[in-house]
């Protein structure tokens, strides 16, 4: 067996809504073996893995995989399973999973579900791995090794609890968000309405006010001077200062770093001297500033508050060990934290009691050592505070707190100008009001971990993940920029171009990434083909976007997903046959499946925008949430005429050429189509659809009739608004049409379109692309031959695994068979010099049909063949 390709889909895809991993693998000799014809294979596979008897599979109920291992399946769709169930086993909440055979012999695309990608594709490495054990008839196969190292991928590249809280809050409210780089940082929202969370420090955090709570005294003296009372301590900076300072202060006393963090380095209830002593021997020798101050006898509490509103409260216990009478303090450590609610940092709900400098230097105190052995029954605290960071419990008492306290704490932090906030409260009775001699804040915190209030080890949990998403965000539309995204088989970049040309106006930046490149507003940040969802994210990224126009390829969504989970506008232009046979898309259904996703992902107050005019589209309908919008360029429509009866949006061209909106209640006779320059005096009735569905879309965004009007007027078919797409020019007598046209469907488009055009004859310079199969190959040879006075034949750069001439052959072969002779089928490979040979024995009268792959080419030969160009409907 062998890995041939890996695919990470991180939006909705083909297969799932949910992020999953892609697989083609190749299973070879095993094609011919399934699971019931290898002795013992279901049976010791149950057994190291026994929770796959719990899969269901196609049968629907539990047990109904290990009955089809029984009854004999194939390594492709097991492997998928164990994948799934080492994930599971590690902890890690998976579930879904499919797998589809090639249309090679031994070749499986399986999927299935991943939370974080390292312990995802690790998963089905080990289950080929464990297979291969099997069939090798191996002893003491480590699955359980595989399992921890899965885990262990995991938690060590998973967001932290704090960030995945509000991760999974911003996914629950269908607010975007996306992970920033391998840390904490989390970016929620698109485009000019993002906003960013670091831990629990937004974006609306104050930079002050963060600088302000890590110096701890400066702190204490910016509250204490509104009269919330905080211990009396001073800063000290050497050893005579401590005990001065002591003496001063009078006992019990804590020390702590003046710029600590996460309770590291702080010891409490020092009683006297001899404590004081031992513990000023045992401090960090890299901390040079402490902060000594008085203790305040009573229980450690943590609220939380997000946008001046007390979201939580928890009761903090430091860590502790229970003697046995046989162990050290080392050992009871280190097995207490082997229970699975611990973990190394913040990865699980409790951190694990931390062996360090600071552990030896509290148990200093009461002349003991990691080393030592306490009787049995002896509880013994390991650290000098409650922080879950070292340790520490957590209680929820958050329905306790008085409402004084609760103010106190608002206040406190409104002092500091921190939007969100950890008070670090010491007080008897948190029930109780305020009183100033009996309680203190000996903290203010940034960036405050929430881990205690989402997994407290008692009480109730508390959503303050939700909590910080609600302050960000009222809902999705405060966070999110509206998203069109046109998918179809032709006429994305069109209607792309024309959507971004309709809501375009002063003071709007309309994002757009199509096969022309990535925009913002009118400045082209790159060129090329920019269609998938790497340059959708970089729309959806940039701070200065107001609207996304995203041309959807389905390359895009087979290699990645999308780049979106949801959308405000879909629209699906036509299904054609094109690229078949390539990425586990083998038939026109599955095709038609895929273009689908569009509109099963348009959210439910958005706008789904079916052409009508296809079959296959048109019944697309049912999968949508949103709306339904059809267009059509047939009046008389079944869709059309039953939109319109039950007072349904519609766009459609009616008998008399003029472009017709019926907004559900009335017919508006919008615009004569001869007077939109893009549909050529109403003769390219592919642009016609174009731009009924542009229109839908823009209007569906608040644009006016009327100003819609306005822009379908002044969109020009030239290489500045429509760079490729049906740009026409009349050059010394010639008819000169570029178009990008590279499938049967765009072919016959374009060939419809000119059959009333004045013209001597018909040159036509054409490629093939070379990971079309050769029946679609001699298709587009055909419909060019039959419609075609002259035939050049030019080849691509990228052959896409063709030999060199293997294409143009097959396209000249079928011209000749479509009774063209030599002389009117030329193979000129080059296509800059293709284009150089139409034009030379072009005479005037002629129309010289130019179907580029790269502009650069049109553009050089353009402006070295022709002296100037112009214009002409």
């Not at 003697?323 to 409790?350: A, Q, V």
């Not at 083909?529 to 969504?557: K, W, Y």
């Not at 034949?793 to 396209?811: M, N, Y």
């Amino acid at each position: 067996m062998k890995i041939n390709c890996v695919k990470y889909l991180k939006g909705p895809n083909y297969f799932t809504y949910s992020p999953s991993i892609f697989i083609e693998c190749d299973i070879e000799e095993l094609e011919y073996r399934p699971s019931d014809s290898i002795p013992g294979f279901t049976e010791t596979l149950l057994k190291l893995l026994p929770g796959l008897k719990k899969h269901t599979c196609s049968p629907g109920y539990e047990g109904g995989f290990a009955e089809r291992l029984a009854k004999g399946t194939w390594m492709g769709h097991i492997l998928e399973h164990m994948a799934i169930e080492i994930q599971v086993s590690a902890g890690i909440d998976v579930k879904r999973g499919k797998t589809l055979t090639g249309d090679q012999p031994g070749i499986y695309y399986i999927t299935y579900s991943y939370k974080e990608e390292k312990s995802g594709l690790f998963a089905f490495e080990a289950a080929v791995e464990i297979i291969k054990s099997i069939l090798a008839n191996e002893k003491n196969i480590p699955v359980n090794g595989y399992i921890e190292k899965t885990a262990a991928l995991f938690y060590k590249n998973k967001l932290g609890p704090s960030t995945e809280a509000i991760y999974e809050a911003a996914l629950a409210a269908k607010i975007p968000v996306q992970r920033v780089g391998t840390e904490s940082m989390l970016r929620l929202g698109t485009g000019s309405k993002q906003k960013f969370m670091q831990a629990t420090i937004s974006s609306q955090t104050s930079n002050i006010a963060v600088e302000t709570s890590c110096n701890k005294q400066l702190t204490k003296e910016t509250i204490k001077a509104c009269g919330i009372p905080v211990p009396h301590g001073e800063v000290v900076a050497s050893m005579s200062e401590i005990f001065h300072t002591a003496d001063r202060l009078g006992f019990p006393l804590v020390i702590k770093p003046l710029n600590g963090r996460q309770g590291q380095g702080v010891i409490t209830n020092i009683k006297n001297k001899d404590e004081l002593f031992n513990v000023v021997n045992c401090l960090d020798k890299h901390e040079d500033t402490y902060i000594l101050e008085r203790y305040f006898e009573g229980n450690d509490y943590r609220l939380l508050v997000v946008d001046d509103k007390l979201a939580a409260a928890s009761m903090r216990t430091a860590p502790f060990i229970i003697g046995n009478g046989k162990d050290s303090i080392r050992n009871l450590i280190e097995e207490e934290n082997l229970n699975p609610l611990r973990g190394d940092g913040h990865e699980k709900p409790m951190s694990k009691i931390p062996l360090n400098h600071s552990v030896s230097c509290y148990l200093e105190k009461f002349d003991l050592t990691v080393e030592s052995i306490p009787e049995k029954g002896k509880i013994i605290a390991v650290a000098g505070n409650a922080n879950l960071s070292t340790g520490g419990r957590a209680s929820d008492v958050t329905e306790q707190v008085h409402p004084s306290i609760a103010k106190m704490a608002i206040s406190a932090a409104k002092a500091i100008g921190l939007d969100i906030a950890g008070i670090d409260l010491i007080c008897k009775d948190i029930s109780k009001p305020v009183n100033i001699n009996e309680m203190a804040i000996i903290e203010i915190n940034a960036a405050p971990g929430i881990r205690m209030h989402l997994y407290p080890s008692e009480g109730k949990m508390r959503d303050v993940g939700k909590t910080i998403v609600d302050y960000l965000f009222s809902d999705r539309r405060e966070a999110a920029i509206p998203i069109i995204s046109i998918t179809g088989t032709n006429g994305k970049t069109t209607t792309a171009r024309l959507v971004h040309h309709f809501l375009s106006k002063e003071g709007i930046a309309v994002g757009m990434a199509n096969s022309d490149g990535v925009f913002i507003g009118q400045q082209c940040l790159h060129q090329g083909d920019c269609s998938g969802p790497i340059s959708a994210r970089q729309v959806l990224n940039h701070p200065m976007a107001d609207f996304a126009v995203l041309e959807t390829a389905r390359g895009g969504i087979l290699r990645e997903g999308l780049a979106f989970r949801d959308c405000e506008v879909g629209i699906v232009t036509n299904v054609a046959e094109d690229h078949l046979g390539s990425d586990a898309i083998d038939t026109f259904e599955q095709l038609v499946k895929l273009k689908r996703l569009i509109p099963e992902v348009v959210h439910e107050e958005g706008y789904c925008i079916l052409n009508a005019d296809d079959e296959q589209v048109a019944t697309m309908a049912p999968y949508s949430k949103g709306e339904v919008i059809y267009t059509s360029i047939q009046e008389h429509s079944r869709y059309i005429q039953n939109a319109i009866k039950n007072g349904k949006k519609a766009w459609f061209l009616n008998h008399d050429s003029w472009v017709v909106y019926h907004d559900g209640n009335e017919l508006n006779m919008f615009l004569d189509c001869r007077d939109i320059p893009i549909t050529i005096n109403g003769s390219a009735k592919h642009n016609i659809s174009n731009v009924l569905q542009a229109l839908a879309a823009a209007h569906s965004q608040g644009i006016s009739l009327e100003e819609l009007r306005k822009k379908a007027k002044s969109f020009i078919p030239d290489s500045v608004l429509s760079k490729g797409r049906f740009n026409y020019q009349e050059i010394r007598g010639r008819k000169v049409l570029v178009d990008y046209a590279h499938n049967t469907a765009g072919l016959k488009a374009i060939f419809d379109t000119i059959a009333v055009f004045d013209k001597k004859r018909v040159i036509s310079v054409i490629a093939g692309p070379g990971d079309r199969k050769d029946e679609d190959l001699k298709k587009m040879a055909k419909i060019t031959a039959d419609h075609s006075d002259i035939f050049i034949i030019k080849e691509d750069d990228d052959l896409r695994g063709r030999k060199p001439f293997e294409v143009a052959s097959i396209l000249k072969e079928t011209a000749l068979e479509c009774s063209m002779d030599e002389n009117q089928t030329l193979i000129v490979p080059k296509e800059l010099e293709a284009f150089k040979k139409a034009w030379e024995i072009s005479v005037p009268g002629d129309l010289l049909l130019l179907f580029y792959t790269d502009f650069a080419y049109v553009k050089e030969f353009l402006q070295g063949t022709m002296k100037q160009s112009s214009y002409k409907r």
